[in-house]
């Protein structure tokens, strides 16, 4: 088996050129272009994508090659591949029976999926002392009556430190608009074959070892996260709507929020800037989601039944506010910035300092499962030592409690798979860390509201204190009591580590 290690990326059709332009300076040899006409297969239920796998046979240069590919094992953006030359135009059973699909394979049959026609430009070039391999594919995908366009570009490392492949990566990316991707071929391929393209993505689990080492741990968590926000921005930006900002914000902040769990390996300062620069994702995202929540979940019901002075100007109002918030979340998409965040968390996860430094190397190669266990054990003190002074706090020192809350429950749900003989107890406590950020959430959403309610009466004092009074109610006691039962749950929830 080999493994290969590589950055995809997608652009704009019309910035190729650029991009070969760019890489003709580093090139070390002539360049080929390929046709490669794909197809793949699986069986009726999709066997082998529920595995993580990608079956697929392919015409190109060389003649025809049958390729399983598994998901990521080993560094980021490191996959296991299966490759046979093949006669004829259907996957060979005989090869695949040497492969680890073979079991779920069995006497199931194996069918068409969707087809890729590309064409491939590749070059050999040499950075450094690393040698890498690029690869820009212009085509499409089909399924059925449904068409999707390709453009990707792939930096393969051949021989060299992984840094040099991020080097290139950057200088690339400082003049072509060169998007971080995640997604294969082959999952957006099945994506259009079952019409699901557009679809918010959610977070896949993270898949790790109970006997994994901490630096493990966290390279597969921070795959899973940075996955989650690759995909969401895709689709966000493919159709802007309110569940894909949603999936974006979640994913930006569970990036943060693992550089806290992981805190002793992240004290470098590409870990303290790449923090900055996902606060700052994070903070498009907050005002789009706001609106939404605001839009759909609150004025939609209270509107019908509200009648004041002034309703239909502060509707107008609200539509304008919604409409800016989503105009500002977009142009910050499109950003050399947003971009570069993408970039540098892969960088950081795959080739940081942490991943060399030997100040570090104790905790980065001891067992995540006792890791794990001191951070659970600190995480839930954090929030314990704050939910008995709940009465005592006040708005702003709610929502911090909030945020402590919601890093613990984020590190129980990643951590949790470290504990396999307490499954239930750790579902049991992921369930109560959720109950307990829902509720302190719903206060926050509250006071939120009111800052809300101001920007759709565009500093119309009487206007806004009207519409507060149609949105905001009298449900603070009830919503406090909520949140101190629901701690109270929460602190005395049994542990799982």
Known sequence: MDREIELKFLLPPEAAGQALAELKAFQAGEGAVRQLDATYFDTPDHA????????????????????????????????????????????????????????????????????????????????????????????????????????????????????????????????????????????????????????????????????????EALQALGRAD???????????????????????????????????????????????????????????????????????????????????????????????????????MEAALESPRARAVLLEAAAWLEAGDWTTDPAVAEIRDGLAKAYAAEVLHDRRKAVKKRAKRFDDLDAEARHRLRLKGKTLRYAAEDLAPLFPDHADRAERFVKAAKAAQDTLGALNDRSVREGLVDLAAHGDADLSRAAQRVVLGDEERDLLTAARAALKDLVEAKTFW
């Not at 135009?89 to 199931?108: I, K, S, Y």
Request: charged share 30%.
């Open 48 to 215: 082998l994508r529920r595995a993580g796998y990608g079956l697929r046979v392919r015409d190109g240069e060389g003649g025809r090659k049958q390729t399983l590919k598994s998901a990521s094992a080993g560094g980021v953006f490191s996959r296991g591949e299966w490759e046979t030359v093949v006669d004829g135009p259907e996957p060979d059973r005989d090869a695949l029976a040497l492969t680890p699909a073979a079991a779920m394979l069995e006497d199931q049959p194996l069918a068409p999926v969707f087809t890729t026609h590309v064409e491939r430009v590749v070059r050999l070039i040499q950075v450094g002392e690393a040698t890498i391999e690029t690869a820009l594919d212009r085509g499409e995908l089909s399924a059925a009556d449904r068409r999707a366009p390709v453009c990707e570009l792939e930096l393969e490392l051949k021989a060299g430190p992984p840094r040099a492949l991020f080097d290139l990566a950057r200088a690339l990316a400082a003049r072509v608009p060169l998007r971080l991707s995640l997604v294969s071929k082959a999952e957006r391929g099945y994506d259009l074959a079952a019409g699901e393209a557009g679809l918010p993505p959610r977070r896949h689990a993270a898949g790790f070892r109970p006997g994994a080492t901490v630096g």
């Open 226 to 328: 940075l996955g989650h926000l690759c995909a969401a921005l895709e689709a966000l930006r493919e159709r802007p709507e309110a569940e894909a900002v949603h999936q974006a914000r979640v994913a930006t902040r569970r990036l943060r929020a693992l550089l806290k769990i992981f805190k002793p390996l992240a004290k470098d300062d590409a870990a303290r800037g790449l923090d900055e620069e996902l606060s700052w994702l994070a903070g498009e995202f907050d005002a789009a989601r706001d609106l939404d929540v605001f839009v759909d979940e609150i004025w939609r019901d209270a509107a019908p039944g509200a009648a004041f002075a002034g309703k239909d100007a502060f509707e107008r109002g609200l539509q304008a506010v919604h409409a800016n918030a989503y105009l500002r």
